[in-house]
């Protein structure tokens, strides 16, 4: 008879704490109106420098790799990568804005951590040095459309940035790069 009880305040006990959980998992998180519009982007470190990418253009996140060089590119594509079978252009972020060499270990080794973006069914890498984190930037977070001191070349990828200068990149522009490199060269999609 002991037993029995024991089991069943047991049971009840475990219930209880169920439920608490099933109860807090139920409430969504409320977001106040500044958070309503806040979008995701995800931040990405070449060297010092802190970049963002909006989360939903980015399809993948891959570990460090070797792109395959391919003779002829201009120097600011790191080479192909093979996606799932079907093979993908990667652009180095770093020779895009200019930003000096690197001197990491893993990228002299010719490994380099690439993310895929997608956008209106077209895909490509892009060869950056660290995936960070996401994070939400509101509207109250946007600083300048462009910002200050940045060189023309620079300035055509970067669509704004934050006040904490975090430089948010233009996926549309750098999809148009690909576009110029394949019209240059003569390639039709």
């Known amino acids: 008879m002991r037993e029995a009880t024991e089991l069943r305040s047991s049971q009840q006990r475990t219930e209880a704490v169920w439920l608490a959980r099933a109860r807090r998992l139920s409430q969504r998180a409320r977001l106040d109106r500044a958070g309503q519009d806040a979008l995701p982007v995800v931040v990405l470190g070449i060297g010092k420098e802190r970049y ?9 996140v ?28 990667v ?11 690197v ?15 997608r956008r209106n069914g077209r895909e490509m890498g ?15 977070e946007n600083g300048s459309r462009e910002p ?3 060189s023309l070349q620079i300035s055509t990828y970067i669509k704004g940035s934050t006040k904490d200068l ?8 750098l999809f148009a790069e690909l576009d110029s490199a394949d019209q240059s060269k003569g390639v039709t999609n």
Do not use: C, Y
Not at 91 to 101: H, K, N
Not at 126 to 140: A, F, S
Not at 166 to 173: Q, R, Y
């Open 103 to 117: 001197t990491d270990t893993v990228q002299k080794a010719g490994l380099a951590r690439v993310i895929l973006l």
């Open 148 to 150: 200050s001191g940045t």
């Open 62 to 89: 891959f570990p460090p790799l070797r792109p395959t060089r391919v003779p002829g590119t201009a120097a600011v594509f790191a080479g192909v990568i093979n996606v799932h079978g079907e093979i993908r252009p």
């Open 126 to 140: 892009l060869q950056i040095d660290t995936v960070e984190q996401i994070r939400w930037i509101g509207p109250e």
């Open 91 to 101: 652009i180095d972020l770093r020779r895009l804005l200019g930003i000096d060499p």
């Open 166 to 173: 975090l430089m948010l990149l233009s996926t549309e522009a």
């Open 52 to 60: 963002g990418i909006d989360l939903p253009d980015v399809a993948e």
